[in-house]
């Protein structure tokens, strides 16, 4: 059982369509991070988030923490190609050193 | 080196028999991890080294798995009398400290392909 789920577990979308991928979890968080993955490379980390309700954004990307730390949401403005890849939300407990990961959304945009 | 290592990229071996991967963190990283990444499952924790010592082993799925690490620097995990299910790409990560994760500050390699035939 995954203590994060997400959804949806694939999305296929055309270049320059909008697509959210959702993070939810029944446990409380102290910091939620957002991770791309490529085929053949390790997870590359995008954003964390560590305050309920924080929008961060990073140039077409809107990453949301949920107000009870439980959920987070990332959010794709235009996608481009180079936007393809496996997205993973990560979830850390306080002073904790570890994470505990989604199983992840492929994401893929066609040209 | 600039970012963390892991050799070999890929390893294809026959069931029953062992294995060694390979993980030198960035210089200077004192917390270590190593991940599995199943398919289609999120990356489950396997252990965690503090310096050489290995205070949380609790992820590791049998006796079988094993790792150690020398000199604050490099990481072997060691599966012995392999079987198929523990194919799987095996992640390693390194941080400055054991709140790296926390703090957005752990950095993967690329993981070791592990097929088990």
């Known amino acids: 059982t995954q203590l994060l789920e997400q959804s949806p577990q694939f999305l296929s979308i055309q270049e320059g369509e909008n697509l959210t991928v959702y993070c939810n979890s029944s446990?409380?968080?102290?910091?939620l991070q957002w991770y791309r993955q490529e085929p053949g490379e390790g997870p590359v980390l995008l954003v964390t988030?560590?305050?309920?309700?924080e929008v961060k954004k990073l140039k077409r990307l809107t990453f949301q923490f949920g107000d009870a730390r439980k959920d987070s949401s990332l959010h794709i403005t235009a996608a481009q190609p180079g936007d393809t890849g496996l997205y993973l939300c990560?979830?850390?407990?306080?002073?904790?050193?570890?994470?505990?990961f989604g199983a992840g959304t492929t994401v893929t945009v066609r040209a | 080196g600039a970012g963390v290592s892991q050799s070999p990229s890929n390893k294809v071996t026959e069931k029953g028999k062992d294995v060694e991967l390979r993980c030198d963190p960035i210089?200077?990283?004192?917390?270590l991890y190593w991940y599995r990444q199943r398919l289609g499952q999120g990356l489950e924790f396997l252990i965690y080294?503090?310096?050489?010592?290995?205070?949380?082993k609790s992820g590791l799925p049998s006796d079988r798995f094993s790792a150690e690490r020398t000199g604050e620097s490099v990481s072997t995990l060691t599966i012995q009398r392999t079987q198929q299910e523990d194919s799987a790409v095996y992640l390693c990560?390194?941080?400055?400290?054991?709140?790296?994760?926390?703090?957005?500050?752990?950095?993967f390699g690329q993981g070791t392909r592990l097929t088990v035939v």
């Open positions: 990560a390194s941080s400055r400290s054991q709140l790296g994760f926390s703090l957005g500050e752990a950095f």
């Open positions: 446990s409380v968080f102290s910091s």
């Open positions: 988030v560590v305050t309920g309700g």
């Open positions: 990560a979830g850390a407990r306080s002073n904790d050193y570890k994470l505990s």
């Open positions: 210089s200077g990283h004192t917390a």
């Open positions: 080294f503090q310096g050489n010592s290995a205070p949380d």
